[in-house]
């Protein structure tokens, strides 16, 4: 079976950082990615972990514990820009099929 | 590099009629998918090509969508008929086979049915 959970809602301030968590349960998982959606845009891929631990680009990084079947996404100095919906992405066996969950949805206020 | 192409961007339709959507992925990516979203949730796959076979259509409801990607590049989706129920954003998304983690996705088309 598969399950999947994200806060709904977070919100913060600019400057500051923020981590979205994600929980998962998916048969045969593989790796994890993660999506950024502005609202009326396309998801844009931000990163994907297939090993345990901490993976950095830029402002953004991400984390996977394949034990503890959890990762989250950190946004440092956090900008206005950042306002959008992050999708967590567990992908199910090697080259097959992501399943998006349901997003958080990040406000970033002044 | 030009990006994943989709078209309309916008469908405004009645219910029972037919709608489709059309897709142009990025050169070189082998992989193909079509997802559903509604608002306020995340895209939901309906179908996921490897060049032109479909290698999962099994969320996809076979009663009235149907899709095809002759050829092995561009791909059409259609509904017919179509439902209230399916006014969503109709997204395309593509990869290349050795990075599929990473995922190039469309404008979307959005369907608003009446």
């Known amino acids: 079976g598969q399950s999947l959970e994200q806060p709904s809602e977070v919100t913060a301030v600019e400057g500051a950082i923020v981590q979205i968590n994600c929980t998962y349960q998916?048969?045969?998982?593989?790796?994890l990615s993660w999506y950024q959606q502005h609202d009326g845009g396309a998801p844009t891929f931000l990163s994907y972990n297939a090993l345990d631990g901490l993976e950095e680009t830029g402002r953004f990084s991400s984390f996977l514990s394949r034990s503890d079947s959890y990762g989250y996404l950190l946004l440092q100095e956090l900008q206005m820009k950042d306002s959008a919906s992050y999708f967590c992405a567990p992908e199910r066996n090697y080259g097959q099929n992501f399943v998006f969950g349901p997003g958080t949805r990040l406000s970033v206020l002044p | 590099e030009a990006g994943v192409v989709q078209s309309p961007r916008y469908k405004i339709i009645e219910k029972k009629q037919p709608v489709a959507f059309w897709c142009n992925p990025i050169s070189g990516h082998n992989t193909l998918y079509w997802y559903r979203q509604n608002l306020g949730q995340g895209p939901e796959l309906l179908i996921r090509?490897?060049?032109?076979?479909?290698?999962?259509d099994s969320q996809l409801p076979k009663d009235r969508f149907s899709a095809e990607r002759l050829k092995g590049v561009d791909s059409t989706l259609k509904i017919q008929p179509a439902e209230l129920g399916d006014s969503a954003v109709y997204l395309c998304?593509?990869?290349?086979?050795?990075?599929?983690?990473?995922?190039?996705f469309g404008p979307g088309t959005r369907l608003l049915v009446l």
């Open positions: 998916t048969s045969g998982f593989y790796g």
């Open positions: 998304a593509s990869s290349t086979r050795t990075a599929e983690e990473t995922q190039y």
């Open positions: 090509y490897e060049n032109e076979e479909a290698v999962d």
